[in-house]
């Protein structure tokens, strides 16, 4: 039994549990409450911790303390969705606990965990019982408890693990609404996979391999591939972020249509395309469906044979020289005020640019960005303090996180949606300079809208006296299951009619990437004959998961 653990142990330990999260993840995802195609716990945790093995696979660390330490450093900056936030508090609080550790015995590492839950709940504003603050909380008390009978690493582990596992069958009747739905707290349950993962490092087992399609996925080979034959004439390659797990196979299709040598590699967040076609500018077009264009890469092999034939170098995109000798630009100057919004879909994104927001980060719903991507693009604007709108309850806490890893101000509103955020950015007085008036301003204008939103059931489930089949239509109502049909129709009219008794005197439907523009002016002119003294707007989001967003005021 291992009574005390070094640095590459604790290594090891770590490598193990992103490992069997990444394994459960999908599992742990149909845990979520709602069966809408957004239940994504499992994945933020994997993707999360993903990006501490990345770190510590990359390094040595001869101390428990700095093992601990780049993996909290890695969570911070790598989490994704509330789940992934809270668990790099937890691992944060670790590294707090193992500090000057060379290395760490039972009551070390007991101590550290409790540590860990400190910070945790001292980050959120209302922890609520029955989720993975619960689980982590009675999981710790019990190693303190074990430290004093076992001073031993895996002993404190293992009986961690065994009031966690009790804890998590409990949290069905300790949250309303997972009492509801009939299952236990997704999060709670990713915190125990990573625990036992730890725990079956130090016993020595084989660190699980993912299955083959998994690993495909989740690391893709973007292997350059050979020369072919010239049948068409330019080489392009390009890379796209994801705007959601939408299957790419009606764009390798398309692909197959208009070129040869295709060959796509992906992973969870972004695909690499490879393909020789006449009409690089067309297959470029079609990728940003998919997501948003990132890098890409066109040479014209035909001109290329020439040179070659020639004896000349043959040109390449490397030949493109960063720096044509002039001077640099001048350091762009500071404005006070700028805007960040997160969203999915083009026609949101230019929504919220004619707003006024400075920069866009790419996410919602099936896809949270982390906690750098927010950070990143933070940086990326030119002002001294930066108001940073999440728009999805599940991207506040990431966003909050930057609070403090920039030398700018961010100051995050913590929208939850994207018609919330749209309202507080009307809210904003360009020729306002008090800060915290336009904070408050913006608050306040995001609590005065309601948000409804159609998607569709990723699943048969039983929820709040409602009886719903895999691909039905659902409405949510501020977050809340409204209605589901089989018709979508019916949905739309009776959330028109919500509208109605809600006195709405602007509604704003933004149709998403599965709507045409017909059946989206069919849905205005339902709210407009249900609501004759409305202002009724329908608008292109392009978002994917969401048929329709649409806001009430």
């Keep these: 039994m291992h009574d005390t653990i070094t640095g590459p142990v604790f290594q090891e330990m770590l490598l193990f549990g992103a490992a069997s999260i990444a394994r459960e993840k999908q599992g742990i995802n149909d845990l979520n409450v709602f069966p809408v195609p957004d239940g994504d716990t499992g994945t933020n945790m994997s993707l999360t911790m993903s990006t501490a093995a990345q770190e510590l696979e990359k390094r040595s660390p001869a101390t428990v303390e700095l093992a601990s330490s780049i993996t909290a450093s890695a969570l911070l900056r790598g989490a994704r969705g509330n789940s992934g936030v809270i668990l790099s508090l937890l691992f944060r609080g670790i590294s707090k606990g193992l500090k ?103 016993r020595g087992e ?8 998994s690993a495909a996925r989740d690391k893709a080979d973007f292997a350059a591939i050979g020369d072919e034959d010239i049948t068409f004439a330019f080489d392009t390659v390009f890379i796209v972020r994801r705007i959601d797990d939408r299957s790419i ?17 992906e992973d969870d967040e ?13 297959a470029l077009t079609e990728a940003q469906r998919y997501g948003t264009l990132e ?74 960005p982390s906690t750098e991507s927010i950070l990143t693009e933070i940086e990326k604007i030119a002002a001294e303090t930066v108001f940073v ?112 008794s809600r006195g709405a005197e602007f509604v704003n439907l933004f149709y998403g990437l599965d709507v045409s523009e017909e059946d989206a002016q069919k849905a205005g002119e339902l709210f407009g004959k249900l609501c004759p003294n409305a202002e009724v707007n329908v608008i292109s989001g392009g978002q994917p998961v969401y048929y329709y967003i649409i806001s009430m005021e």
């Design 389 to 500: 709108l999440p728009n999805n309850k599940n991207i506040v806490m990431a966003a909050q996180q930057c609070v403090g890893l920039s030398e700018k101000k961010v100051v995050v509103i913590p929208t939850a949606t994207v018609p919330q955020g749209i309202g507080a950015m009307m809210a904003v007085d360009p020729d306002e300079t008090d800060e915290a008036a336009i904070e408050q301003a913006m608050n306040a204008a995001a609590s005065a809208v309601t948000t409804a939103q159609i998607t569709y059931a990723a699943r048969n489930s039983e929820f709040d006296g409602f009886a719903i089949r895999e691909g039905d239509y659902l409405a949510l109502l501020e977050g809340k299951l409204f209605d589901t049909d089989t018709d979508l129709d019916a949905v739309l009219e009776k959330l028109a009619g919500e509208a109605k």
């Design 295 to 368: 890098l890409a890469k066109i040479e014209n092999m035909r001109t290329q044979a020439e040179d070659l034939a020639a004896g000349r170098k043959a040109q390449s995109t490397d030949d493109l020289e960063e720096d044509d000798g002039q001077d640099a630009p001048a350091e762009q100057e500071l404005k006070p005020f700028g805007y960040l919004a997160v969203c999915a879909g083009d026609g949101l994104a230019a929504v919220f640019s004619d707003l006024g927001v400075d920069g866009i980060v790419s996410g919602g719903q099936t896809m949270n």
């Design 270 to 282: 972004a695909f690499k395309v490879h393909v020789h076609t006449d009409t690089p500018g067309v």
């Design 100 to 202: 000057g550790c060379v290395t760490a015995d039972g009551c070390a590492f007991a101590a550290a965990m409790q540590e860990g839950v400190g910070v945790a709940y001292n980050a959120v504003m209302k922890p609520a019982e029955g989720t993975i603050l619960t689980v982590s909380r009675l999981a710790a008390d019990r190693a303190m408890e074990a430290s004093a009978e076992k001073n031993s690493v895996e002993y404190v582990l293992e009986q961690a693990i065994a009031q966690g596992e009790e804890t998590l069958k409990e949290t069905v009747n300790m949250n309303p609404v997972l009492k509801k739905a009939g299952v236990v707290d997704a999060g709670g349950k990713g915190y125990l996979v990573i625990l036992k993962g730890m725990l079956a490092a130090l």
């Design 249 to 265: 196979e009606p764009f390798r299709e398309f692909l197959n249509g208009i070129g040869d040598s295709l060959v796509i590699g």
């Design 206 to 213: 084989a660190r699980p391999e993912l299955e083959p399609e």
